[in-house]
């Protein structure tokens, strides 16, 4: 894969807005509205309907969530998550955009997903709706369907890590695993809730924001830097918390030419739901 092939710029999304197999989703998600006071806060869906990009649909992320897996946002079983992409109007042929209106986290993970159900037509805008505008775009408050469809998923499970893959890669010089999160999560030093007990055993942290300028991705030049730099290795498994932050660095991976990575989904809720082995403060050197 190229950078062709994961990001598409504003410019070159206002080339095709014409496309008919063309089918574009606003994937945002507003943190406090999992957790948060959420005081005079907009959900995403309100966010959306004041305004987004003409023709763009809104993507609920919980309906690409396992409600009945024991962890929040545990991507769903193979004919659920072919349902779910079907009721999107996405079809085998489509072109698919995701964009977010602030982090682009929900973006990656949203491709992530996608990618994994085996759909290669699938791109990020890159800086997201604020791009969008600057390029002179215009946006729309009307609510927006594509209508529903069949999709069939051709599964990657190799795209997704499971707690035997971590597990296994303690063991495995050859495997390196990533912490996503910021420093003081990583060390357990911050207040959130998957940062209590610190890190993964033998994890290394690379916070994804080192890898964005906002919520653009750097080039690709700067990226290779950054990426060999922290995390040398022929395998790389990305996690944070819930498995959402991990898909920026899983990313960032692909688009300088290391597809030899995996996402591990849900992360350090699972990991700390089962009593696997975590470590507080920074790893050794």
Not at 23 to 39: L, W
Not at 53 to 72: E, K, L, T, V, W
Not at 79 to 106: C, H, K, M, Q, R
Request: with cysteine; proline share 2%; aromatic share 8%.
């Amino acid at each position: 894969m190229n950078r062709d092939n994961i990001l598409i710029e504003a410019e070159e999304l206002k080339s095709i807005a014409d496309n008919g197999n063309l089918r574009v989703y606003d994937v945002s998600i507003v943190v406090a509205a999992f957790g948060g006071d959420g005081t005079n806060q907009l959900t995403a869906q309100e966010r959306y309907l004041r305004g987004h990009i003409p023709g763009a649909a809104f993507f609920d992320h919980q309906n690409f969530s396992d409600r009945n897996g024991d962890y929040m946002f545990m991507v769903l079983p193979e004919t659920e998550l072919a349902s779910s992409i079907g009721n999107l109007g996405i079809t085998e042929d489509s072109e698919v955009i995701f964009y977010s209106t602030e982090s682009i986290i929900w973006a990656t993970r949203a491709w992530w997903i996608l990618r994994y159900a085996g759909h290669d037509n699938v791109r990020i805008l890159n800086g997201g709706l604020a791009a969008w505008q600057q390029s002179g775009g215009e946006i729309e408050q009307a609510a927006r369907r594509y209508e529903a469809t069949d999709y069939e998923c051709k599964l990657r499970p190799n795209m997704i890590a499971s707690k035997e893959d971590v597990q296994a890669a303690m063991e495995d010089d050859a495997v390196c695993t990533v912490n996503t999160l910021s420093h003081d999560d990583y060390t357990g030093s911050s207040d959130a809730y998957y940062a209590a007990q610190g890190h993964i055993t033998g994890s290394v942290n690379h916070p994804c924001d080192d890898l964005l300028d906002g919520a653009s991705f750097l080039a690709n030049d700067e990226l290779a830097s950054r990426l060999d730099e922290k995390a040398p290795g022929e395998q790389i498994i990305t996690y944070c918390g819930a498995g959402i932050a991990a898909t920026v660095n899983a990313v960032a991976y692909l688009l300088v030419g290391q597809d030899n990575v995996a996402m591990y989904d849900d992360s350090m809720l699972e990991w700390m739901g089962e009593g696997l082995p975590t470590t507080n403060g920074d790893s050794p050197a």
